[in-house]
């Protein structure tokens, strides 16, 4: 299966937006996808319509804690983001069976 990867990064609005808008492009060319978030709660619109899509999974990581929750000390930012990062890791593998992964918000945590 061909596997296909993207990575939008930089300061500004849009990346998501651009994630989401690949995902569902590929939905529609009957492709799977796996939309895999850190730092979003699942109640977020944009995870509520992905949702809806039967061919794209969504699974949240760090969503407890957005990454901009006051009083979230550095150390306790990183004991989460490594427990959350193990529970990421942990499912990597079922992420096979898609055609593209999505990470999105990834990198502002490392």
């Known amino acids: 299966m061909k596997r296909k ?8 609005k849009g990346k998501t937006s651009a994630a989401i ?4 492009r ?9 939309y895999c ?4 709660q ?7 319509v992905l ?8 699974f949240t990581f760090c969503e407890k804690y957005p990454s901009f929750s006051a ?9 989460l983001f490594k427990k959350e990062w193990s529970k990421f890791l942990a499912k990597f593998y079922s992420f096979e069976k898609y055609h593209l992964l999505v990470i999105d918000e990834l990198l502002m945590s490392l």
């Open 26 to 34: 590929m939905v529609a060319q009957k492709k799977k996808v796996a």
């Open 5 to 12: 990867g993207i990575v939008f990064s930089g300061d500004g």
């Open 51 to 58: 949702k809806k899509l039967t061919d794209c999974k969504v």
């Open 21 to 24: 808008g690949i995902a569902v």
């Open 71 to 79: 009083g979230l000390t550095k150390k306790k930012f990183k004991d």
């Open 42 to 48: 699942k109640s977020c619109s944009e995870l509520k």
């Open 37 to 40: 978030t850190f730092f979003k």
